[in-house]
């Protein structure tokens, strides 16, 4: 199976500063992984993915990097806005086919 | 991306009733639908896959005689919460997926928030 964890489960910032925010996976066989960000009562909204084949991956304003070495995947968000607050989970899908496995989540927190 | 919708998006009922939650993917076709059940503070878990005209595929310790899952067509899943008790209370999200040649890709459905009395 996948086990996916996160190491601090809150995280906060001024507004404007960089953001990391980090996973662990257990299955060194995953082979895709995906950041969600979610809102207070809504469903994971899709932030960024990475294959195993590489080892980062930018999107606007946020970047993933993926470390098969030691199976750690973070999120980097640059110029942290108060519109970033939510919970971020990092899912990872242990093999083709299967469903997405969800880490535990770190609150992300904005202050401006 | 592709939408996926559930309904109703919040539901109470009394405790001892059933309830059922609807998720349907509005723009396309999907051979395979998941549910995931999130308390309070808590990450997605996993309940249950469903594959279009098959049985759903049940994770360890999630009942299946409890937690009815139907997914008769290839827009349509639904999840039948039957005799619900206030630990039931919680918020239910579905996931789908489309093409088997996308297979990584999973759509997120709003979520229904589920209060048992």
């Known amino acids: 199976g996948e086990n996916v964890g996160l190491h601090l489960p809150t995280l906060s910032v001024q507004e404007g500063d960089n953001s990391i925010i980090n996973c662990a996976y257990s299955?060194?066989?995953?082979?895709?992984f995906i950041w969600y960000k979610q809102e207070s009562g809504k469903g994971p909204q899709f932030i960024i993915d990475?294959?195993?084949?590489?080892d980062k991956r930018q999107g606007q304003r946020v970047t993933v990097l993926l470390n098969k070495t030691v199976k750690h995947l973070s999120l980097q968000i640059a110029a942290t806005q108060p519109g970033d607050s939510a919970v971020y989970f990092c899912?990872?899908?242990?093999?083709?086919?299967?469903?997405?496995?969800f880490g535990k989540g770190t609150t992300l927190s904005v202050s401006s | 991306g592709a939408v996926v919708s559930q309904h109703p998006s919040r539901v109470i009922c009394k405790s001892g009733t059933s309830v059922k939650i609807e998720c349907r993917s509005l723009?396309?076709?999907?051979?395979?639908m998941f549910w995931y059940r999130q308390f309070p503070k808590q990450s997605l878990m996993l309940m249950a896959t469903?594959?279009?005209?098959?049985?759903?595929?049940?994770e360890q310790g999630v009942e299946k005689d409890k937690f009815l899952i139907n997914h008769a067509s290839l827009t349509l899943s639904t999840l039948t919460v039957t005799s619900a008790h206030p630990e039931d209370s919680s918020f239910y999200i579905c996931?789908?997926?489309?093409?088997?040649?996308?297979?990584?890709?999973?759509?997120f459905g709003p979520g229904t928030r589920l209060t048992v009395l």
């Open positions: 996931s789908a997926r489309g093409s088997e040649e996308n297979y990584n890709e999973q759509f």
């Open positions: 299955n060194s066989a995953s082979d895709y």
């Open positions: 990475i294959r195993s084949n590489m």
């Open positions: 899912a990872a899908l242990p093999q083709a086919g299967t469903a997405l496995i």
């Open positions: 723009d396309f076709q999907a051979t395979t």
């Open positions: 469903s594959n279009e005209g098959s049985k759903a595929t049940y």
